[in-house]
């Protein structure tokens, strides 16, 4: 009895991670390294795929903070895409300056229009914020065909004289501008690993994992979700702003595409694991390979990934990844915690 009680009275420590998570940690900053010395092992079409694989990787991390993690299921994030992708290109015409230099403007402006637009559609719940985040995509989608000012239905494009503005070279924008992805997609991934092991991240998994408890403790679910909500807007906003300023043209349409910037985000990040950091990433990896594969098939390529989609679901309703991690416990980010009891110099604190 006395010996349990002791045992007891020892401190705890929270642990995060283990030889896995290390290794992983490990292949992350590895693959990192390798990729930012791209330019100098890719040729340019290798390039452009990296660079699409990178933005997609962005994009279905950033909604699975919203689904995954805050329970906030949108099919309208191509609205801060269509927002990112807009305001980099009036921002770089209107000044004829350096359209990189909009990158940080075309965040500021999406973060600043998810508010409204969030506080218009934290009053719908469930299947109902999920219509209505669409509705205000087709709204925007609307707005931009009418105006004038970024060339109604038919777009803009970027001048040569900007583009130069970029590099002088087309190497050395493409360089640019691959490396650009690389750093939105660092920042992405590291600042939702930094959210979710701050305060902010344990209450949104408590959310995730049961509202009406967290409500219940005291939690402002409303705020913690607004928090992730904007996150998730400035994010994407840049991460649009990049991939039209790599397309040197922008249409309405292209803009706010909601079967290239939500469809195929959602079905990404549900074969890889809803929920799961590492979720996404392995989504777009088999996304990719899929389209590499089957694309020639036209429409029947689509089919295929339905299928696929619908099989993997059946079969492992969590993901891919998520089924992995539930079944041996991995993680390759250090997100997991847990609570040890110190014995020896550590509980005493000695050296």
Do not use: C
């Amino acid at each position: 009895m006395n010996a349990a009680v002791a045992v007891a009275d020892l401190p705890l420590k929270v642990i995060r991670g283990d030889r896995v998570t290390h290794l992983g940690m490990t292949f992350w900053t590895i693959l990192v390294i390798v990729l930012a010395f791209g330019p100098f092992w890719a040729d340019r079409q290798s390039l452009r795929l990296l660079s699409e694989i990178l933005s997609y990787v962005a994009l279905a991390s950033l909604w699975n903070l919203l689904a995954g993690f805050a329970g906030l299921v949108s099919v309208g994030q191509q609205t801060f895409v269509g927002i990112g992708g807009y305001t980099l290109y009036l921002f770089a015409l209107g000044l004829g300056v350096n359209p990189l230099l909009g990158l940080p403007v075309a965040a500021v402006v999406g973060g600043i229009a998810s508010v409204p637009i969030f506080l218009l559609l934290q009053r719908l719940r469930g299947p109902q914020f999920t219509i209505g985040s669409w509705v205000v995509a087709e709204v925007f989608l609307q707005i931009a065909q009418q105006l004038a000012v970024v060339g109604g239905g038919s777009g803009i494009s970027l001048p040569a004289a900007v583009v130069r503005s970029i590099a002088q070279s087309r190497d050395a924008r493409e360089f640019l501008i691959y490396w650009g992805f690389l750093a939105i997609t660092v920042v992405v991934v590291g600042g939702i690993v930094m959210l979710l092991r701050s305060r902010y991240g344990l209450a949104l998994t408590a959310i995730r994992d049961n509202e009406m408890a967290a409500r219940s403790n005291g939690m402002d679910v409303g705020r913690i979700r607004l928090v992730a909500f904007v996150v998730a807007a400035i994010l994407t906003s840049a991460t649009g702003s990049m991939i039209f300023l790599q397309k040197l043209s922008i249409t309405p349409f292209s803009a706010f595409s909601m079967n290239n910037w939500t469809v195929y985000i959602i079905f990404m990040t549900v074969i890889g694991g809803i929920g799961r950091v590492e979720g996404p990433i392995i989504g777009v990896a088999i996304f990719f390979l899929l389209r590499q594969y089957l694309a020639d098939l036209a429409s029947t390529y689509l089919i295929i990934l339905g299928v696929v989609a619908i099989l993997i679901m059946l079969k492992w309703p969590k993901g891919i990844w998520g089924s992995i991690a539930d079944r041996y416990g991995w993680q390759l980010f250090p997100l997991a915690r847990r609570l040890v009891r110190l014995t020896g110099p550590q509980a005493t604190g000695s050296p």
